[in-house]
């Protein structure tokens, strides 16, 4: 089944760039550019969109991530929403809690289950914003999410799946953990 997905993905990607001539479709209306290579980063997205395989988009600050996020997901088709979440400055326990939940009693205060952004993203896209700031420890539970598409909520043994696209960026070129 690798297999088979990689192959289709090398020939959307073939076929997407001996489609150079053709518009970008309505997903990327709200970048505005006229520039060669945007639009051939258009082309490339509405080539991998059709997989489930996690993006990184990586840029300085102001660059306009959070739009190509967004045009990621309307180029995908995804039925759910897309979910934006800024992780710089969470720290491991906030980062936790806000994408995967908890349940009742997880922690002081916890008086009832509540899911978390993850599933809010259930047959969209979730978009972490600026992941080159989390802590080690959260970025190997991104990993998981990411690898395996699994998570578990702060204090529960059962472990969750997510269908969700995973879309990253960070302004930390080089330095992030995720690919």
């Known amino acids: 089944a690798l297999i088979a997905s990689?192959?289709?993905?090398?020939?959307?990607l073939r076929q997407s760039f001996l489609e150079a001539a053709k518009p970008p479709s309505?997903?990327?209306?709200?970048?505005?550019?006229?520039d060669g290579r945007m639009l051939s980063i258009f082309r490339y997205i509405e080539a991998i969109v059709a997989s489930d395989r996690p993006v990184l988009i990586s840029g300085e600050s102001g660059t306009g991530k959070e739009l190509v996020a967004s045009a990621i997901h309307a180029a995908s088709g995804r039925s759910?929403?897309?979910?934006?979440?800024?992780?710089?400055?969470?720290?491991?326990?906030?980062?936790?809690?806000?994408?995967?939940?908890?349940?009742?009693?997880?922690?002081?205060?916890a008086d009832t289950d509540r899911p978390g952004l993850i599933e809010r993203a259930a047959g969209g896209t979730l978009f972490l914003d600026e992941i080159g700031d989390l802590s080690a420890q959260s970025q190997v539970k991104l990993l998981r999410l990411?690898?395996?598409?699994?998570?578990?909520?702060?204090g529960s043994?059962?472990?969750?799946?997510?269908?969700?696209?995973?879309?990253?960026?960070?302004?930390?070129?080089?330095?992030?953990?995720?690919?």
Do not use: W
């Open 6 to 12: 990689l192959k289709e993905d090398n020939r959307a």
């Open 26 to 34: 309505p997903s990327f209306d709200r970048i505005i550019t006229r």
């Open 80 to 109: 759910g929403e897309l979910v934006a979440v800024n992780v710089a400055g969470l720290d491991d326990t906030m980062f936790s809690d806000t994408l995967f939940g908890h349940r009742r009693g997880a922690f002081t205060g």
């Open 146 to 154: 990411i690898e395996q598409k699994r998570y578990y909520p702060l």
């Open 157 to 179: 043994d059962a472990m969750k799946t997510s269908d969700a696209l995973v879309v990253t960026a960070t302004h930390q070129i080089g330095r992030a953990s995720c690919r």
